[in-house]
């Protein structure tokens, strides 16, 4: 859900989007329910996850070798 609030504070999702995906999620009982999301809805994560960067951010392999990083 912090996602789609992003989403919304970025202005790349309409209130009424916001409302009705955010009513879908927490409607949804799986994640499979979740992918049955009414297609417009989809188009507009979607649209948002492409100007966000989401897609290349998960694709983005882990930084193992993140030089000077203490772990604790």
Do not use: N
């Not at 989007?17 to 409607?27: E, F, K, R």
């Amino acid at each position: 859900m912090k996602t789609i609030d992003e989403m919304l504070s970025l202005e790349l999702l309409t209130t009424d989007q916001h409302q009705q995906i955010s009513a879908w999620i927490a409607g949804a009982d799986s994640p499979d329910a979740i992918l049955q999301m009414p297609a417009p809805l989809w188009q507009a994560v979607e649209r948002a996850s492409a100007v966000m960067g989401i897609d290349e951010d998960l694709l983005r392999p882990p930084a193992l070798d993140a030089d000077g990083v203490e772990c604790r």
